[in-house]
């Protein structure tokens, strides 16, 4: 059973040569839940603020990622690399189409960078 759902995060960043970023991302998640027995249902209910778990993971993937670029790079690959960081990649180094929680069956499928502010006035 799925039924696609939206969420929002505002994340700072800081690339390599210490540009600081606000992003602005957007996701869609469901949960994946077996219909099998009710100990499965009953995962959704065991992460009290999966929001908020939720969240910190996808923002602690991409700021490990962007720090590890320029600006210059960021700026020019920023939805793929942050596609690859929040996802990972396969053997072949494509890049997956999901992350998945297995404590509550939460699945996220899609990040989309909504914008991307600078933090410091002097980096525009």
Excluded: M
């Excluded at 603020?49 to 210059?72: E, L």
């Amino acid at each position: 059973v799925s039924t696609q759902s939206t969420g929002t995060d505002i994340v700072v960043v800081e690339t390599s040569d210490h540009a600081r970023l606000s992003l602005n991302l957007s996701y869609n998640w469901f949960f994946e839940i077996e219909k099998t027995g009710k100990s499965d249902g009953s995962k959704i209910f065991s992460v009290p603020d999966f929001v908020g778990d939720a969240c910190k993971a996808i923002a602690s993937r991409v700021r490990g990622s962007v720090a590890s670029v320029s600006f210059d790079h960021f700026h020019k690959n920023s939805a793929s690399l942050i596609r690859q960081a929040v996802f990972g990649a396969d053997e072949s180094g494509k890049t997956r189409n999901r992350f998945g929680f297995s404590s509550n069956g939460l699945v996220i499928t899609n990040i989309d960078i909504q914008s991307v502010e600078p933090v410091d006035q002097r980096t525009r």
